[in-house]
């Protein structure tokens, strides 16, 4: 294993230490605990929104804490669900009087655990809701969930629900909002290499040099099939099949997308995913309205890439518009 850290127990807290100290304009993390928030007091009358996962998927989730889009992220171990007392103190420390919105990826163990959050929390009185991202269509059931798995989609749901919160919406009307995300998006994704979690000192499953697997999960779970790697032409019509046999899209629907790298993925590389991305979607009439490139839910140094696709209408387009502010999401 060939990693730049100290002991393989502690990448974590040193992780978010570092974190506080890069961006100490926009983040602070909370004593004794694995959340970060924003550095401001809570907004009085402001929904907050508060999602997290497991590590080792950084920027997420908290490169997103700021202005526009989340109040808290909270940080389990590496691939491992943050605990429910942990996500239960960053719903306490963000809740400024007009409720908290979780937002969870489907995998069981972070279900499980947000869900216990929210109910100590409405027992001390504070409104709580939470909505489930489910955005992966390469398997029905996968390893850690009981349906779809909640992958990069997520980020159009704390950009989106997290600009409704800002501008004012109620509780209510933000997860709205946000359930009106989860139903237009959909994404897939693809590996060239697995990856290593720290603890574990070996690579998670295992590639031939000339293989790649598609359709694998952000924890390297199983995909739909391994194959021969080929040109980023045909990979990316593969996905983008994939993902059009299950969003109603018609000639002239706008749509936002995003290309996701896993963690190992030259940017060189993901813009020529992205141009094959945009061509796909311009033979069928399809607009691109917003496109977004980078490295922003990836899966420690694993190599891959993943295609989200959106379908938007007006009253979400606002919303994407609206200011954003963080450490990894910048829209001025």
Known sequence: MKKVINNPQNVVNEMLEGMVKAHPEYVKRLEGFDVLVRVKEPKRG???????????????????????????????????????????????????????????????GDIMNFEMAQELAEAGNIKVDRVIVNDDVAVENSTWTTGRRGIAGTIFVHKIAGAAAEKGMDLPGVKRIAEKVIAGVRSMGMSLTPCTVPAAGKPGFKLLEDEMEVGLGIHGEPGIYKEKIKPASQITKDLMDKIFTDIKL????????????????PLMELYIVNNEVDKFLKKKGIKIYRTVVGNYMTSLEMAGFSISILKLDDELKGLLNYKADTPAFKQL
Do not use: R
């Not at 989340?70 to 103190?89: K, R, W």
């Not at 002239?252 to 993925?265: F, K, S």
């Open 46 to 108: 402001k929904v907050a929104l508060v999602s997290g996962g497991g590590s080792g998927h950084e920027p997420s989730h908290g490169g997103f804490v700021g202005e526009g889009m989340l109040d808290g992220a909270v940080a389990g171990e590496v691939f491992t669900s943050p605990t429910p007392d942990q996500v239960f103190e960053a719903v306490k420390a963000v809740e400024g009087g007009a409720g908290v919105l979780l937002i969870i990826k489907n995998y069981t």
């Open 250 to 265: 018609e000639e002239n629907d706008e749509v936002a997308v995003l290309i996701n790298g896993l963690g190992g993925t």
